[in-house]
T-cell receptor, first 116, second 112 residues
Framework: DAGVTQSPTHLIKTRGQQVTLRCSPK?????VSWYQQALGQGPQFIFQ???????QRGNFPDRFSGHQFPNYSSELNVNALLLGDSALYLC???????????????FGPGTRLTVL | GNSVTQMEGPVTLSEEAFLTINCTYT??????LFWYVQYPGEGLQLLLK?????DKGSNKGFEATYRKETTSFHLEKGSVQVSDSAVYFC???????????FGAGTILRVKS
């Protein structure tokens, strides 16, 4: 049973460019969440997608956008990259059983983004 | 808003020593609580969880008990190994399960 997969593994961009990161959820999962983890810090919630809609958003600017496809996979797009966007971007998937706090999120290996 | 506070690291222990990593939380409602572990260069792995007060989560010798009265979820292990060296994150999930709120993480180093 494949877990959560993310691509690419590493990415180097320059300021002002745009980037797209991809995530495939664990088999049987229908919900995808994205997190940003800066070096030496805990992950910060960006947003969550369910039924192809953004359900909740963290404190991130509109430069961060996403999409969920009918097969539940997801993309994270970041426009107008800043040096401060350099981080590990983590995707997590879960199965929305009751829509309560008991839904457990499973993480992928992450995409390391470096902005020069 | 919801928040998680973890003890600062790094925590350095000798093999077979007893481990405690403190975690306290602030939350409205009835969150679920989690411990995740991150090995160098990898993503986060779920270590254990507890979904209601007095629940004990356990896995691979690690344990944590959901204490509502002290708003705590401390991680313990009776005998650590070198392979336990990693960063440990305490997290809570809000009532609707929409997002995880993480602590800053605690680095654990185990020496042989």
């Amino acid at each position: 049973d494949a877990g959560v997969t993310q691509s690419p593994t590493h990415l180097i961009k320059t300021r002002g460019q745009q980037v797209t990161l991809r995530c495939s959820p664990k088999s049987g999962h229908d919900t995808v969440s994205w997190y940003q983890q800066a070096l030496g810090q805990g992950p910060q919630f960006i947003f969550q997608y369910y039924e192809e809609e953004e359900r909740q958003r963290g404190n991130f600017p509109d430069r961060f956008s996403g999409h969920q496809f009918p097969n539940y996979s997801s993309e994270l797009n970041v426009n107008a990259l800043l040096l401060g966007d350099s981080a590990l971007y983590l995707c997590a998937s879960s199965h929305r059983t009751t829509g309560t706090s008991t839904d457990t999120q499973y993480f992928g290996p992450g995409t390391r983004l470096t902005v020069l | 808003g919801n928040s998680v506070t973890q003890m600062e690291g790094p925590v350095t222990l000798s093999e077979e020593a007893f481990l405690t990593i403190n975690c306290t939380y602030t939350a409205t409602g009835y969150p679920s609580l989690f411990w995740y572990v991150q090995y160098p260069g990898e993503g986060l792995q779920l270590l254990l969880k507890a979904t209601k007060a007095d629940d004990k989560g356990s896995n691979k010798g690690f344990e944590a008990t959901y204490r509502k009265e002290t708003t705590s979820f401390h991680l313990e292990k009776g005998s650590v190994q070198v392979s336990d060296s990693a960063v440990y994150f305490c997290a809570l999930s809000d009532f609707y399960g929409n997002k995880l709120v993480f602590g800053a993480g605690t680095i654990l180093r185990v020496k042989s």
